[in-house]
């Protein structure tokens, strides 16, 4: 499981994220963001989409 708790979510961030899921290459990945740190809901719709280019499928936020 990862969590990112930024205040500014980018997208760097999030393949920075997709980039620590190849590292470490485990059998299931969960990732959770808190919600206030997308600037708009686009930002948010890339996030997930980069995270689902990468494999990860299970992504919330709160």
């Given at each position: ?9 980018t ?20 990732v ?14 890339n ?16």
């Open positions: 499981m990862i969590v990112c708790l930024d205040d500014e979510i997208g760097e961030t999030v393949e920075g994220i997709a980039k620590l899921k190849e590292e470490l290459d485990p059998e299931t990945t969960q959770v963001f808190k919600d206030a740190g997308f600037a708009d809901s686009n930002v948010k719709t996030a997930i989409q980069i995270l689902k280019q990468a494999g990860i499928d299970d992504v919330k936020s709160i």
